[in-house]
């Protein structure tokens, strides 16, 4: 890496197009020594050229007086301790402009400097600026062209670690004695810290968090360390943790709390806390660095207290003296193993300050009945993964529980009582074997995130229960079957997964959506079960065995994406679409996607007042009968429709 790094930025002439240049990265990289190689090897031996390399390792706790301080001590000017601001300044700026040419690097640098501060003379005579920090924030602030030093990649890093493991298998050739090899290990590691790299590290790493300031920032960076090592966490579901727990500001729509949530998530990337691993469609997946999550398990250890064997292969629970009462977070997820020794069995523990308490994927199949008798501030619980059948009735009593999630619990069946969980924020059953709701659903006035997808035997929801979640934000219940007069009243629901009965229930939602000021987002199938199709925009509706031809049907007037299979429309000399209104006028105009399949009686689509002017592609499956797109009293319109994407087939 460091011989691309070096040929990116390494040569003298594009070196000498640039007055300021700075160094990005995670903490012990080696901005360092990639600068020291530069100047060296490139800038001053390629260019022949004398400069004069001044380096100033700039206080974490910097203040503009002691920074004067140290840049005058390294161009040989003394201050005699009398001069203000001003006279400092102009000190600086007359020693540097004698110097013919220099490079003054500021090495760690954690805010922004103004050039009229340190009066750094006109760089464009060849003088050279350069930064190191960890702080993108800082490089934009600063106008300079950033060169960011990333750790190695997989297959350079186990090229090295091959070089190195070399050394130690020569030293232990021979030896086949297991305590000479743990004594080996105990040495290295003896080693690490008698050198002291790894408290310097951590040192340095430690000012990063103190600098997020905020206690609510700073926990929503720590509560990364709850995840195994390595492990790629999906950005929203570290959001909706941060938001559930309160660590994200209750705002007046969930898009505001995941806005805020993202710039938190950005500020930790922009200081190289955390990384992106995935970048996909539908979000990025982040990833703690390993030096990163040793120094935040380093300051849990303290306060506030985690105790976290994520991802260690556990075979036994942790043992009852490790449930102490001063702990706040808990964190097992990733035992699966679990499984095989033992299931979940231990006396109640007693954590009277916990609050999150993660327990995914450990294989757990039972849980005894008062297990969560001793923890009232328990806010997340985090089950998913498990193949427990039934949950035990003290989860009734959690009465502070904000967040509860069983996703992909398969053969889960019994949920007790809700009733008392009158704060729940979120609730997750999504792909459990649930054949109805929980019993005071009813109850539960502060959900804001309702989750029922692929949970096939839920056939439909009782009425009456959907409509009295009024905080309603989110709801996808995948397949279920819900009525219209559900969900016409949520008037905070910001998005919507589900199924419709028929028209006449898909007419009163998008009614409600007209009616309001806010955007929302659907992905709505309306009758029949149809195609299994992945989205492509949070905009869809698809209809599958309605009957458009009695009852039209309203459609919103952002849709972007329509399927209709197989509709009962009795009518060959009308056109399809006659069947279609939209509740403001715009002639469907965000519809981007359309596929019509199915139908035996349809020879018209459009008219040409009916056209959706901005479709990208039309697909038509099975339409035996179909003789016009749209119909031919206007020429002009065909040689359009030529352009875009149409897919006829029987």
């Known amino acids: ?346 006396p109640p523990p007693k954590c009277p300050m916990l609050t999150t308490l993660l327990l995914s994927d450990c294989g757990i199949m039972s849980i005894p009945d008062g297990f969560f008798n001793h923890m009232p501030r328990l806010k997340i619980l985090d089950l998913s993964k498990n193949p427990i059948t039934s949950l035990p009735d003290s989860i009734s009593n959690l009465k502070f529980l904000a967040r509860l999630s069983l996703y992909h619990c398969l053969n889960l069946k019994k949920v007790p009582s809700l009733s008392n969980l009158q704060v729940l924020k979120e609730l997750v059953l999504e792909a459990t074997d649930i054949k109805s709701v929980p019993h005071g659903m009813k109850n539960m006035l502060s959900l804001k995130y309702l989750n029922l997808s692929w949970s096939w035997n839920l056939i439909v929801i009782p009425n009456g229960i959907l409509s009295s979640l009024s905080c309603l934000q989110e709801l996808i219940v995948g397949d279920t079957l819900i009525r219209g007069e559900e969900v016409h009243g949520l008037n905070k629901l910001e998005f919507l997964e589900g199924r419709f009965y028929d028209v006449h229930d898909l007419n009163m939602y998008v009614q409600a959506l007209h009616d309001r000021e806010e955007p929302c987002e659907y992905q709505i199938r309306v009758g029949e079960r149809g195609w299994v199709v992945t989205f492509n925009s949070r905009k869809y509706i698809e209809l599958c065995g309605c009957n458009i031809y009695s009852n039209q049907s309203m459609l919103p007037r952002d849709i972007k994406e329509l399927y209709i299979k197989n509709c009962y429309f009795d009518c060959s000399e009308e056109h399809l679409f006659s069947r279609f209104i939209q509740v403001s006028l715009g002639n469907f105009s965000s519809l981007k996607f359309l596929q019509i399949s199915d139908y035996r009686n349809v020879k018209k689509l459009f008219s040409p007042n009916c056209v959706p002017l901005h479709l990208q592609q039309l697909r038509v499956w099975n339409c035996d009968e179909l003789e016009e797109i749209i119909a031919s009293e206007r020429e002009c319109w065909k040689a359009e429709w030529l352009r875009w994407n149409f897919v006829y087939q029987t």
Not at 4 to 24: D, P, T
Not at 153 to 182: P, Q, S, T
């Open 1 to 346: 890496m460091q011989r691309r790094v070096l040929k990116r930025f390494g040569n003298a002439c594009w070196m000498m197009r640039f007055g300021r240049w700075e160094f990005g990265g995670w903490v012990a990289l080696g901005k360092q020594a990639y600068i020291r190689k530069v100047i060296n090897n490139q800038l001053l031996k390629e260019t022949g050229k004398l400069y004069i390399v001044i380096w100033v390792s700039v206080s974490k706790q910097m203040s503009i007086p002691k920074l004067q301080k140290d840049i005058a001590s390294k161009l040989g000017v003394t201050f005699s301790g009398d001069e203000d601001e001003i006279t400092r300044e102009s000190m600086l700026f007359e020693t540097f402009s004698r110097k013919s040419r220099f490079v003054m690097i500021l090495d760690d640098l954690w805010e922004k400097i103004s050039s009229e501060i340190i009066r750094i003379p006109d760089l464009c005579t060849g003088s050279k600026l350069v930064l190191t920090t960890r702080s993108l924030d800082v490089c934009r602030q600063m106008g300079c062209k950033v060169i960011k030093v990333n750790p190695l990649e997989e297959r350079h890093a186990w090229n090295l670690f091959l070089d190195k493991v070399l050394i130690v298998a020569a030293c232990m050739r021979g030896i086949d004695d297991l305590f000479e090899w743990r004594n080996a290990l105990n040495e290295l590691s003896v080693y690490k810290k008698s050198v002291g790299l790894e408290d310097e590290v951590f040192r340095q790493l430690q000012f990063s968090h103190d600098r997020l300031k905020d206690p609510k920032i700073q926990q929503c960076f720590l509560s990364c360390a709850l995840y195994p090592e390595d492990f790629s966490i999906r950005e929203r579901v570290l959001i909706r943790f941060w938001i559930a727990e309160g660590l994200v500001e209750e705002m007046d729509s969930r898009q505001e709390e995941f806005d805020r949530g993202c710039t938190i998530m950005n500020r930790f990337l922009n200081n190289c806390l955390l990384e992106v691993s995935t970048l996909i469609k539908y979000g990025r997946h982040v990833k703690m660095h390993d030096l990163e999550r040793e120094m935040a398990l380093h300051i849990t250890s303290v306060k506030p207290r985690f105790f976290v064997k994520a991802g260690m292969r556990l075979t036994n629970p942790p043992d009852e003296q490790e449930w102490s009462k001063d702990l706040e977070k808990v964190s097992l997820m990733g035992n699966w193993e679990l499984e095989i020794v033992c299931p979940l069995e231990m």
